[in-house]
């Protein structure tokens, strides 16, 4: 079993950035797919950006291409999400999540999720 705790959010003005960080205990954690979800007020949960394993394959949702960067330490059972160029629309509370599917986007397919932290970003 993984535990997740994300940290890193807050307020940002729009054109910003910040960056998220998502700690896992478990001996496993380079085993795991991780993801990064976000999930509005009275919206579903959405996909953001997803890394494999090893960190070799990374993949993201288009609204965040080019702005947003995944990447993992596996030495330190983090993953990071970098996001620059925020924008008002990127308001959410992010997740992060684990899986044992490659390129998974699906957030039924992730088996354990952090409790979320808030990004807010004013116009």
């Known amino acids: 079993q993984v535990q997740l705790v994300e940290s890193g959010g807050g307020l940002v003005q729009a054109g910003g950035s910040l960056r998220l960080s998502c700690a896992a205990s478990?001996?496993?954690?380079?085993?795991?797919?991780m993801g990064w979800f976000r999930q509005a007020p009275g919206k579903e949960r959405d996909f953001v950006a997803g890394?494999?394993?090893?960190?070799?394959?990374?993949y993201y949702a288009d609204s965040v291409k080019g702005r947003f960067i995944i990447s993992r330490d596996n030495a330190k059972n983090t993953v990071y999400l970098h996001m620059n160029s925020l924008k008002p629309e990127d308001t959410a509370v992010y997740y992060c999540?684990?899986?044992?599917?490659?390129?998974?986007?699906?957030?039924?397919?992730?088996?354990?999720w952090g409790q979320g932290t808030q990004v807010t970003v004013s116009s």
């Open positions: 890394i494999s394993w090893s960190g070799g394959i990374t």
């Open positions: 478990g001996r496993t954690f380079s085993s795991y797919t």
């Open positions: 999540a684990a899986s044992f599917s490659s390129s998974s986007r699906s957030p039924s397919q992730y088996l354990y």
